[in-house]
């Protein structure tokens, strides 16, 4: 007993001093205000960085009333978790049309509806990779060094859907469909680029523009070779969050929110086709 | 490290824990002392889970409780919340998919007695309770145990179900594995790694009490 | 608790085990036979451990079994202690804790400081059994299974593994504690030897059949069959052919020499002949005899095996026959493989056999 004694007291060391210094604040403590309302936001993991910066601006401190949570992922699984009911508050889609749907099917306010942007695709592969991304443009995606070329899951990730759609109109989809590696969400393809285990991705620029991404280099793919990114959001039904979901998104539509999104690289959409 | 994470991933496997602890002890010794036929059956289906794949489980949950059939009603009814992107439908799952590693060690501790000890007590007058708790526990604990610490450490580091059925709502559901999940797609490097690490030494901590317990079991 | 009676049959598998017996007041009954004759399934079977095929157990006024009736008392209800042959102890607990497991919780303290004294281990009260002696362990079985104070106790070969001055401690305070306490026993061996030394009464099972029960000398004297002689240790077994009967004697040729011995029932011819090495002397050639025993055969020593103080003497006669000797006798005698000796039987001693 002696052996597994020690052994175990060296484990829970281990856990006890890995608890104590990860503890850097995260979570976002609650507010001052008395019970702040929990409204839960599933957002496309394209915003992750710019709606952080959103919510952490302005947003936060305006409605401490609002204590907001927020959930990332791919817009179709959105979708399809919100048509099951799934209790979130506000829905920011990268296809407002997901938005659309949900008020056909009842699941979210009708007149909600709301556009917030317009996303850009680039294409992103590491600078030590030798692959000339920002000189050479898609000629890159041909170099015979690349393996695999992450995108986003067409099947339901609208980033995925105009990655497809831009290598198509680029003539390149056929030679290089083989080689495709299909991320669960646009923010998830951008970390299989990032991790090594794609030479080269398909991700949207307000990833790019993430400090972590500082290590690879940009080139926008030319906005005439997909269907425009219409990013749109809608406010749900049934839970108890709604107030506070209704304030963010007229809180999306002002001209500091739109400033936000610019800096990350959104093109401002007002909902015009 | 997302504290949430962690306490909401602690909750989870203590309850699991408990409540397999107070449901598995009982069926275990049931397997164990009262042989049936249909045993070899119901063994094989308790340890499904084992081999099941996650998201197997996941699904065949979500479709058999889904909202409108008569287990998601009555789960509803029961419990206060629908099984989907909720605690309570990822206690459920995890109760299922923690149930194999809770029972085989316990199951083995109680099988690998000396059967006349039991003879000997009914002999001696004792019921068959008041053989469990005098003659079987003192003998098979470190196998209720082990099977206890092997059913905490799986449901701490439990994935596949969780992003199935739960929905990776913070402070519900965003487990501590989904948290690890969320942070390597934000780029998080830097928290994924305390978390990985976190979630690493929980499983070799519950390793090394475990094969303590075994060694002294075998004495 | 007046008396005790069983009657049972009970099938596992292939084995099929059939046995009746009833005795009063608190003998000791040996229940002997070779190994695999079904002694240990009877003992379950009489413990409740396992179900009778058909049957009927009795104790003093309380029906433990009737299958014609329905009736099964589960042997947590019965009054009956069975020592397993394992010991089977309870590992976590003290030696105090397992004597007592069986007895009420007002009567504990007093009932497991007697049976302690009684069984002489005061002193092992609170070790731990992985701490103790075969022999100790014996004890603390017994003494476990004699604390509730039942009124039968069974015991499965109890003198297993030890050694001989340990057997013969450990009879001794089996003996005395039966007897105090008053409690009649039920004691499996499958060794003649403890067979023939302890108990009060004999019961051969053999096969699955209990053949012979009675007390030790009733069924020494006159085993009911040459297998239950056989199995009673009789070394000596050979092919004879009556040739006249007179007056309840008859004249036996085996081999070409002739013995005189009590004749068996029926008119055959054809029998077995069981002599006891205990029951053949031997005596140097020379002397001319006048004694009462009948017959005398020359003999010429084969082999000796020693035992202890006796020795056993394999002797051809014309047919091989063997004597049970003291070493005394043996060395004045000059006992030795190829000596010419007398064996010397009484004819009360030649058991016939009819053969069919």
Excluded at chain 1, 94 to 107: K, N, W
Excluded at chain 3, 315 to 337: H, K, M, N, Q, Y
């Amino acid at each position: 007993m002696r052996a597994a004694t020690r052994s175990v007291t060296l484990a829970a060391l281990a856990l006890a001093s890995l608890v104590a210094s990860g503890c850097g604040a995260d979570s976002a403590s609650a507010g001052v205000a008395p019970a702040p309302v929990v409204t839960r936001v599933i957002a496309a993991s394209d915003l992750r960085f710019a709606f952080d910066e959103l919510l952490d601006t302005r947003f936060r401190s305006d409605h401490p009333e609002c204590d907001v949570q927020v959930s990332y992922g791919s817009s179709g699984q959105a979708f399809s978790q919100l048509s099951e009911g799934a209790p979130f508050d506000l829905f920011l889609s990268a296809d407002i049309d997901y938005a659309t749907r949900l008020v056909e099917s009842g699941h979210a306010l009708r007149g909600s509806v709301f556009p917030y942007a317009r996303g850009r695709l680039v294409l992103w592969a590491k600078r030590d990779a030798g692959l000339g991304v920002g000189e050479r443009g898609a000629a890159a995606l041909m170099d015979e060094r690349v393996r695999h070329i992450a995108i986003a899951n067409p099947e339901h990730a609208p980033y995925g859907r105009a990655a497809e759609a831009a290598l198509r109109s680029l003539g390149l989809y056929d030679a290089l469909s083989a080689k495709l590696v299909r991320g669960a969400n646009v923010a998830q393809t951008a970390s299989l680029v990032e991790s090594g285990s794609a030479e080269i991705g398909i991700v949207a620029l307000s990833l790019a523009k993430a400090p972590s991404m500082r290590s690879g280099d940009v080139f926008e793919l030319p906005l005439t070779s997909y269907p425009a990114l219409r990013q749109g959001g809608v406010v749900i039904l049934g839970h108890p969050g709604q107030r506070c979901a209704q304030s963010l998104a007229d809180f999306m539509q002002t001209e500091p929110a739109r400033h936000v999104l610019a800096g990350w690289g959104f093109l401002p959409w007002a909902g015009e086709r | 490290m997302d504290l949430g994470a962690l306490s909401l991933s602690l909750k989870l496997a203590s309850l699991t824990t408990a409540c397999l602890l107070l449901l598995g002890v009982p069926f275990a010794a049931w397997l164990a002392f009262r042989p049936r036929r249909l045993n070899a059956l119901i063994e094989a289906l308790a340890s499904l889970p084992m081999v099941l794949p996650p998201t197997v489980l996941g699904y065949y949950l979500l479709v058999a409780f889904a909202p409108d059939s008569w287990l998601g009603r009555g789960f509803e009814a029961l419990v206060g919340s629908r099984l989907a992107f909720s605690f309570a439908g990822l206690w459920l799952g995890s109760m299922i998919y923690s149930l194999p590693f809770a029972l085989a060690p316990t199951l083995a501790a109680f099988r690998g007695l000396d059967r006349t000890l039991l003879e000997a007590a009914a002999t001696l007058g004792a019921g068959p309770l008041r053989t469990f708790f005098r003659v079987v526990l003192p003998s098979a604990w470190p196998g209720v145990l082990a099977g206890a610490v092997l059913a905490f450490a799986h449901t701490m580091g439990e994935f596949g179900v969780v992003l199935m059925i739960g929905g990776n709502l913070p402070s519900e559901t965003r487990t501590l594995s989904i948290s690890l999940y969320d942070q390597m797609q934000s780029l998080d490097y830097d928290g994924a790694s305390h978390t990985a690490l976190l979630l690493l030494a929980i499983s070799f901590l519950a390793l090394s009490v475990t094969h303590g317990f075994g060694r002294r079991g075998a004495r | 608790m007046t008396g005790f009676e069983y009657r049972v049959t009970t099938l596992r598998g292939d084995f099929s085990l059939k046995a009746e017996d009833s005795f009063e007041g608190a003998p000791v009954s040996m229940l002997f036979g070779p190994s695999g004759g079904g002694k240990s399934t009877l003992l379950r079977t009489l413990a409740g451990l396992e179900r009778p095929r058909e049957g009927k157990i009795t104790l003093g006024d309380q029906v433990l079994v009737d299958t014609a009736a329905g009736v099964f008392v589960p042997a947590r209800r019965r009054p009956v202690g069975l020592v397993f042959q394992g010991d089977a102890l309870f590992p976590t607990m003290s030696v105090r804790a397992n004597v007592g497991f069986g007895c009420a919780r007002a009567e504990r303290p007093g009932r497991v400081a007697d049976t302690l004294a009684l069984l002489g281990i005061e002193a092992l009260a609170d070790r731990f059994p992985r701490e103790l002696s075969g022999g100790q362990l014996r004890r603390v079985a017994i003494a476990r299974s004699l604390a509730p104070r039942p009124e039968l106790l069974l015991l499965d070969e109890p003198f297993a593994g030890l050694d001989r001055p340990t057997r013969r401690a450990l009879s001794g305070a089996l003996r005395e504690a039966l007897s105090t306490l008053q409690i009649p026993a039920i004691l499996v061996t499958h060794e003649r030897e403890v067979a023939l030394r302890m108990g009060d009464r004999l019961c051969v099972l053999i096969g699955g059949k209990l053949r012979q029960a009675g007390s030790l000398f009733s069924v020494l004297e006159s085993p009911q069959d040459l297998e239950v002689a056989r199995a009673l240790g009789v070394e000596t077994v050979v092919a004879g052919q009556i040739l006249d009967r007179d007056e309840g004697l008859c004249r036996v040729r085996v081999a070409g020499v002739e013995l005189l011995a009590v004749a068996p029932e029926g008119t055959g011819v054809e029998v077995a002949v069981a002599i006891r090495a205990e029951d053949v002397a031997l005596e140097t050639a020379e002397v001319s005899p006048r004694g009462s025993a009948r017959n005398r055969l020359d003999a010429e020593v084969t082999s000796v095996d020693s035992e202890d103080a006796l020795v056993r003497v394999h002797l051809d006669c014309g047919f091989p026959l063997a004597a049970l000797i003291t070493r005394l006798s043996a060395e004045a005698l000059g006992v030795v493989p190829g000596a010419r000796l007398r064996a010397v039987i009484k004819t009360p001693a030649i058991k016939l056999f009819a053969r069919s």
